[in-house]
């Protein structure tokens, strides 16, 4: 039994009056200490009993591991998709006939053309110097090799023979498309920023550097002019990741049927992820891992399977049930969401938008233009279904029916959408400014927007 002090007072003194009602409590004390006999508890928890303030809180250790596992996993994981890249011989062609690859290859300054980023912070000092200097040229394919070598290119990593110390192949990770870096030492060289879209990224361009495509031709059924062409047709910023499920490499106006790229920053309390709401940011993370990326992991969702008219690619490949072994992928999709779900959205400079007039448009946006009854602050988007028909948004339904509910766009989070404004706005880049943006919800809903509420309205999203 633990012994209570009960000598609270000086002895031989009254207790002050104040703390007379409280004296009954006082006594009945030690015994309540014991512990209650009737209370019923968890048996699971007798295992975790510790000294109080004696141990470190467990969850605030899993929350490091989780944050440094899954910056390592966005950053630098391939997941083994070299494997897949490798038989495209991508990485001869960025090597060029010169250094044992074929054709011209890959110099730096085109790697950068076509929006690949280097992350200064990888490049040793030596080579940080001379590339300052000019001693060494972005115009040779050697340059490229030893940014590859250095683990410098965001998002592509070279396979590097131990022994010839030649490149075999190359595989990506998360960071080729969803981060940029700051142009702090120079255009398209500068520090990460992970988490912000790369709309400088031609993906269609580098996959169409590969000498063989044949594993997109015997999936999607086409030859390889077609492949390339529909690759070439995405342009900066821009990916299909629908392709090898529905194989509708065009809309039916002729435009490429590829999305801009969006941002893995803000994403924590979003419900869904995707433009037309696939699945959660962790599925989607097993979707492009495994599908996209071409890693080796497991992948499950029936939904494709029961659509085979919809989904006829993705249904003769399997593509709703993949497994390989090893598994790459699965044990690393928690931290990976974890790292997601930290990342936060940045913030818009002093001087990059008007504060007096962006404090009216807030006033607009909540109020006449009714944005905030979809975009609810601070989440800006809706907490709970945040799913609408293309009908209510007044757009066509190309794209929604293209994802397993067929009729579905997600209200997109707008927290650092100035980062988003290079390639234009909603899934596809079809408003090409705020302005658009704000004139066709104008139309849509009858909203009556003055000239210059929708000026103040434009700042404020700025602002977000």
């Known amino acids: 039994m633990i012994r209570f002090p009960l000598r609270l007072f000086s002895l ?55 944050l440094k596992e899954g910056r390592e996993t966005f950053r630098y994981d391939t997941f083994g998709s070299e494997e897949f890249w490798g038989k495209t011989r991508l990485h001869a062609a960025i090597l060029g006939e010169k250094q044992g690859g074929v054709g011209p290859g890959l110099t730096a300054a085109d790697a950068l053309k076509v929006g690949l980023k280097v992350d200064v912070g990888k490049l040793p000092a030596i080579l940080v110097e001379v590339i300052k200097k000019g001693s060494v040229s972005l115009e040779k394919p050697e ?26 192949a190359v595989g990506i990770t998360c960071a080729l498309c969803h981060s940029t870096v700051d142009d702090s030492f120079a255009k398209g060289i500068g520090r990460r920023l992970d988490g912000w879209p790369n709309r400088d990224l031609d993906v269609g361009a580098i996959v169409s550097m590969a000498p063989d495509l044949s594993q997109f031709t015997a999936l999607l059924g086409a030859d390889d002019a077609t492949v390339r062409k529909v690759l070439k047709s995405w342009g900066p910023g821009k990916y299909d990741a629908e392709l090898d499920q529905d194989g509708k490499g065009f809309r039916p106006d002729g ?18 992820h995707t433009y037309t709401g696939w699945g959660s940011v962790t599925y989607w993370n097993a979707y492009v891992a495994v599908t996209q990326m071409h890693g080796k992991g497991t992948f499950f969702d029936p939904r494709i399977q029961t659509s085979p008219d919809q989904f006829p690619v993705g249904v003769k490949a399997r593509l ?23 990342i936060p959205a940045p913030k818009p400079k002093k001087g990059s938008f008007d504060e007096a007039a962006a404090g009216r448009g807030r006033l607009v946006f909540e109020g006449k233009a009714k ?5 609810v602050p601070p989440l800006f988007t809706e907490p709970g279904w945040s799913m609408h028909t293309a009908e209510e948004i007044g757009i066509d339904d190309f794209q929604a029916s293209r994802s397993p509910d067929k009729k579905f766009y997600r ?3 707008l ?14 880049g079809r408003f090409a400014d705020y302005r658009a943006v704000i004139d066709h919800y104008d139309r849509q809903f009858k909203l009556g927007l003055s000239e210059q509420e929708k000026i103040e309205l434009a700042e404020y999203l700025k602002s977000i």
């Not at 590859?148 to 023979?161: E, F, H, M, Q, R």
């Not at 944005?371 to 975009?375: G, N, S």
Request: aromatic content about 4%; some cysteine.
């Open 411 to 413: 209200t997109t989070p």
């Open 255 to 272: 435009k490429s049927a590829a999305t801009v790229l969006p941002a893995a920053f803000g994403l924590a309390g979003v419900n869904l």
């Open 415 to 428: 927290s650092g959408l100035f980062v988003r404004a290079k390639g234009g706005f909603y899934h596809d």
């Open 12 to 66: 031989g003194t009254r207790p002050p009056l104040r703390l007379l009602p409280l004296l009954p409590l006082l006594l009945a004390l030690p015994s309540c200490l014991s512990g209650p006999k009737t209370v019923a508890t968890n048996p699971a928890v007798e295992a975790e009993k510790r000294d109080v303030g004696s141990h470190r809180d467990e969850i605030d250790d899993n929350s490091e591991r989780m």
């Open 143 to 168: 340059t490229t090799l030893e940014l590859l070598k250095a683990d410098a290119v965001v998002g592509v990593k070279a396979i590097v023979d131990e022994n010839t110390k030649a490149m075999t």
């Open 320 to 342: 709703w049930d993949v497994r390989s072994s090893p598994d790459l992928v699965t044990s690393k999709l928690a931290a990976l969401h974890y790292y997601q779900l930290s």
């Open 371 to 375: 944005c905030a009854r979809c975009h």
